[in-house]
Each structure stands twice: as structure tokens, then as C-alpha cells.
């Protein structure tokens, strides 16, 4: 079993080959066995485990990435328009598709070019990936709409985000880019909000959560 707390710097599919996926960002908190596709939205910050299967297979999955500068170009041979903001918002940043064969032949033939040793290429890469879309686009259209939406991070609040994210162990660097800020920046807003350097916070915070899940949930 392996666990990593991650920014998701760009859209991503992971397909579960094998074993299970444990993901648990601010918001939700969900599990994936083999077999399952799940969605991972632009700009998450989460934490992933890893557990092999019961007899001992290791945890294998398959990833595709959906890139800004691709989505970029998409949109613009494809004249797809946008959705709005306020619609993204009520989007979950972490989200199991429907069956699929058509997913699922996506990722097996994508499986036989690593299990064979050969490298993909940039070429085949960006066939795949608008093949991905072209299925997310018949399966979740709301979902394939959402994609193009331009999601760099804005000057979020604060307050809100800490609250809701400490408990990732991240560094204050991610967390300045995720709130929509730089370093400076963002040490400067967090000790006029919270009245103490961000450091310090996390530490009380993290020992006040950890106090609580001894004591009121053993």
C-alpha cells in the first residue's frame, strides 16, 4: 500500500487495472477497483492510496492526461463553447464514469503499447487523448463540456480553502498557487487573516484535528 498527497496539475482519466484507489480531497471521499474510470479535474489537491489486490497482485492503473494547451487547440478546430463558470461549480473535482466499453477498449489498447515496450509518440498520444474526449463527450456531456472552461486558479478566499485543505500535507507553495497567489503574496493575506504565519497554523491546526480524531472518534 502506498498513499501520496498530490496537486493535479491538469485534467486526468485513471484507469484502475488492478487492485484499489483510494482518493480523498477537501469535498469527497471515494474508493475504485479494478475496472472502475474515474475523473480527476484541473487543479486538485488530494491524496491517493494505492492497495494491491487480495492475493497479492500489485496496484496498476493507466493514466491520461488532458492537457490546457491541448483543450486549447481542441476547442479551437472543434468550435466548442465553453460552459460558464457558475456551472463548473457544481461539478465534483472527482468523479467515477459509467461503464464503458469504449473506455475500456481506449485504455487496453493504450495497455498493449506499454505492456510491448514500445513508446507512444506525440502523435498517437494526442489521437488517444481526442478519442478520450470524443467518449467522455458520449457518456457525461455536461463533464466533456466543463473541459474547456479556462480553470486557472483566481484569487480565491482564503480562509475557505485553509479550513477546508490543511490537512494536506503539501507545501506552502502549492498552496499559494492553488489559492491564486504568490508566496509573498499569500504569507502576507494568511497573517492578516489568520494573525499568525502560516507555518505555525497548520502545526496548531494539524495537532487540534489529530487531538479530535483520538478523542471523539478513537
Known amino acids: 500500500m502506498t498513499e501520496k498527497e498530490q496537486f493535479v496539475p491538469a485534467h486526468v482519466l485513471i484507469h484502475v487495472l488492478s ?13 475504485f477497483k479494478k475496472g472502475d474510470t ?12 494505492k492497495y ?6 500489485s496496484f496498476k492503473s493507466l493514466s491520461i492526461f488532458i492537457r490546457k494547451s491541448f483543450l486549447q487547440d481542441y476547442l479551437n478546430r472543434e468550435n466548442v463553447k465553453p460552459e460558464s463558470a457558475d456551472h463548473l461549480s457544481i461539478l465534483c473535482r472527482v468523479k467515477k464514469l459509467p461503464p464503458s466499453a469504449l473506455m475500456d477498449n481506449l485504455f487496453d489498447s493504450l495497455r498493449l503499447y506499454f505492456d510491448s515496450g514500445m513508446i507512444l509518440g506525440r502523435e498517437l498520444s494526442d ?6 474526449i ?3 463527450k458520449q457518456l457525461d456531456r455536461p463533464l466533456y463540456e466543463s473541459l474547456f472552461h479556462s480553470t486557472e486558479t483566481g484569487k480565491i478566499d482564503l ?9 494536506f500535507n503539501v507545501s506552502l507553495e502549492t498552496f ?7 508566496l509573498s503574496t499569500f504569507k502576507r493575506d494568511f497573517k492578516r487573516i489568520f494573525d499568525e504565519p502560516p507555518s505555525r497554523w497548520l502545526k496548531k491546526k494539524r495537532l487540534e484535528h489529530a487531538y479530535y480524531l483520538i478523542k471523539e472518534k478513537n
Open 38 to 49: 474515474l475523473f480527476v479535474r484541473r487543479n486538485t489537491l488530494a491524496k491517493f492510496t
Open 19 to 31: 487492485g484499489r484507489l483510494a482518493v480523498v480531497e477537501a469535498g469527497s471521499n471515494h474508493t
Open 127 to 132: 489521437i488517444k487523448t481526442g478519442e478520450a
Open 134 to 136: 470524443l467518449i467522455l
Open 52 to 57: 494491491p489486490q487480495a492475493a497479492g497482485e
Open 176 to 182: 499559494s498557487k492553488m489559492t491564486g497567489r504568490s
Open 159 to 167: 480562509e475557505d480553502f485553509m479550513c477546508k485543505n490543511f490537512v
